[in-house]
């Protein structure tokens, strides 16, 4: 297996692109409706552009989708009706952060076009010299992908239904993500009712290690927050879908929706994260705005 | 200053009660409508139990209401019209985890009924041996509050203003409590959708600390989730006061409130804390129950 093809290039999606290309793999991708900064991330990464989806669909020999959550069914949806239009099938992996119930609507499209399906989740930043990216994968057959361990990939089968590793990537999210609204929305009312001060000495008493971790949390999300809106609304569907209550992720999705809408959220990736206090008094300022 | 009232005197009034007791203060304190627990422990902590509310109001000096937070309003309503009545006017210390716009309310009450109100948050466990209680307060006279300092109690003034005091516990108890809620949600989401092992996995490969943490803060809170509910609707609203998300709380009071339903919050805060597996089964079934 020689051929991989990227949906979309975008931070993480062009990372693992190059470390395939890096391990000798024929990266390859189309940029119809893509930003000017994801084209330039797939420039940079060296993929080979095509001009159409259905070039991506007849060339790749697997197809790895990795888009923010919010568009992983509609892409799916182009790539099953490309395979319909080409009669290639590739083996197809969605990557994103999606509910087990999203991921299965997804294999069910793909067995329609008569592919094989694999459920993947990604845990840590984009791949790269000293990161450690986690890809976790699960389904019938997920040999296609494994290959994929020999390529750079740190790869991991955790269970043989499509469902199992975004049902992982939801809990592991949900930690990570979940906490970083959390803290962000307690530190923000704390500025907005003057009493942040007070709250940092009683940090300094007992907990000063977690608050610590959290205030790095909170000038690490903003430029990515816009992203994670979708990401959090899968989350709370997964749990709604196991009896729990939906609330807390949805308000985490309400928290990043609140930083998507300032300034902080136009930041890209490559600038530094913006100091703590700037964080605080944008989303304290955006709140009493929304108010 | 010698008498104190408590209303009343569970697991941290009668705490309260015992170290101003010790450190030779009259503790006053009547049990209408209270659990035989609390009546055991009024009795254990040395409480003068004096027949009625009016009993209280009359012999005090000083009344603290320590009550979980959906009975503070009612308290104080109770209180002031017992003043009324009594013509006695002891100041009034509010120590509950309420919002500061319900803080607000009964300062007013207060006012009205002709006393000083003093805004007070509890943060740590019921003080003793070797605990780290403090007492925050606020308020235009908080004079009375303080010289409990003098009485074994850890008191801070941090503010003018009824409601910063309220303000500073809503946003340490939501650093605390809701992060419990929200490691619990996704731990017993991990054990519903069969990937618990999977995430203590990827927990181990890099915040083995932070998750060690919570685990504990999942076991030691079943006891406690009843009085808690009223607690988180409490910072949900502040939140929303202040133009943030009310969704993030109202799910974690949600959270809570699932516990609550469990045969895991009849225990005591005298038994040992259930196993981590134990609480996630319960609550991963009770959820399914509940779907």
Not at 37 to 59: H, K, M, S, Y
Not at 213 to 222: D, F, V, W
């Amino acid at each position: 297996m020689d051929i991989v093809g990227i949906i979309s290039p975008g931070d993480m999606g062009s990372a693992i692109g190059k470390v395939l290309g890096e391990n000798g793999m024929d990266v390859v991708t189309c940029l119809e409706g893509r930003s000017d900064l994801t084209q330039l991330q797939a420039e940079e990464a060296g993929f080979r552009i095509l001009p159409t989806l259905n070039d991506v669909v007849r060339t790749a020999e697997i197809v790895l989708c990795v888009t923010p959550p919010v568009e992983a069914l509609g892409i799916a949806e182009q790539v099953a009706a490309s395979m319909k239009t080409t009669s290639a099938t590739p083996t197809y992996v969605d990557c994103n952060a999606i509910s087990p119930g999203t991921a299965q609507r997804i294999g069910t499209l793909m067995s329609e076009a008569g592919t094989t399906f694999i459920d993947a989740g990604i845990i840590g930043p984009p791949p790269g010299p000293g990161r450690r990216t986690r890809f976790s994968c699960s389904g019938l057959d997920t040999a296609a992908f494994e290959e994929l361990g020999t390529r750079g990939l740190n790869i991991r089968v955790v269970g043989r239904e499509v469902g199992q590793a975004s049902a992982l990537k939801m809990v592991y999210a949900a930690s990570t993500k979940g906490s970083a609204a959390l803290w962000t929305e307690l530190m923000v009312a704390a500025k907005a009712l003057g009493v942040g001060e007070e709250l940092a000495y009683e940090f300094s008493l007992g907990r000063s290690e977690l608050a610590e971790h959290y205030m790095g949390e909170i000038t690490s999300m903003p430029h990515r927050a816009k992203r994670w809106i979708g990401e959090m609304e899968e989350i709370a569907a997964t749990f709604q879908d196991v009896g729990l209550t939906p609330r807390i992720f949805q308000g985490v999705a309400d928290m990043f929706r609140l930083v998507s809408e300032t300034s902080l959220a136009d930041q890209t990736s490559r600038e530094p994260d913006p100091p703590l206090e700037t964080v605080l008094e944008v989303l304290a300022k955006q709140a009493q705005t929304n108010h």
